[in-house]
């Protein structure tokens, strides 16, 4: 089993859908969770962290689940601009560790 | 506050030779990571570094790989002997040294190496 497990997409969605993205990650020891983004032929950039009790930022909410070992990525009202590959990731070691990444979900918003 | 620094952007290099990929962190991050992305898949990590010291290098191939983080300068990524299946994006990320900064991780924009 992979460590960290994404559907691949793509998904294609209207301008102003709602779109989630889910992510499964495989050690229960894990520690930190973040939702990174990746445009095309560009580096990562953090999106936002997750926590135990949920959190939004804007039009973005992410959930955890650790009984499940689940982690999801909501996006209400999508724009044009929000069409890239999101980044599943998980730090098993706390603080100052390796970041372990999932093969990505791509989404295309179209007009 | 300048991000974290890549370069070069683009390297190509013929197989056999040696690639030389630079990472400077951003100002007050002396924890740097170096990741490697293949075509289509996603990152993997390598290599962990502080200054003058390798932390993890559970990631890095066993052979003609180093890399290193001297206590003046950027840190280096070392190939030796490049082959066709070293092409990829390798990026670096740096993190802060204090006790409680979190682990958040922020990205270079990379190192695009072609072995032809």
């Known amino acids: 089993r992979k460590e960290v497990e994404q559907d691949p997409g793509p998904f294609n969605v209207p301008e102003g859908a709602t779109v989630a993205f889910n992510c499964t990650y495989s050690?229960?020891?894990?520690?930190?969770f973040f939702w990174y983004r990746q445009d095309c032929r560009k580096e990562p950039k953090l999106l936002m962290s997750v926590y135990s009790s949920g959190n939004e930022d804007g039009r973005f909410t992410a959930q955890l689940n650790r009984a499940s070992q689940y982690i999801s990525l909501l996006i209400r009202d999508s724009k044009l601009s929000d069409s890239a590959t999101y980044l599943c990731v998980v730090n098993n070691r706390g603080s100052q560790g390796n970041l372990i990444f999932g093969k990505g979900t791509k989404l295309s918003v179209k007009p | 506050n300048a991000g974290v620094m890549q370069n070069p952007r683009h390297l190509v290099r013929r197989r056999g030779q040696e690639a030389r990929l630079r990472c400077s962190p951003m100002?007050?991050?002396?924890?740097v990571y170096w990741y490697r992305q293949l075509p289509e898949e996603g990152l993997k990590f390598m290599v962990y570094?502080?200054?003058?010291?390798?932390?993890?290098e559970s990631g890095m191939p066993k052979e003609r790989f180093s890399a290193e983080f001297p206590k003046e300068g950027p840190s280096i990524l070392r190939i030796q002997q490049v082959v066709r299946g070293d092409s990829a994006a390798y990026f670096c990320?740096?993190?802060?040294?204090?006790?409680?900064?979190?682990?958040?991780?922020?990205f270079g924009p990379g190192t695009r190496l072609t072995v032809l």
């Open positions: 100002k007050g991050h002396s924890h």
């Open positions: 050690n229960s020891a894990s520690q930190s």
């Open positions: 990320a740096s993190s802060p040294a204090r006790a409680g900064a979190g682990d958040t991780q922020y």
């Open positions: 570094l502080q200054k003058e010291n390798i932390i993890d």
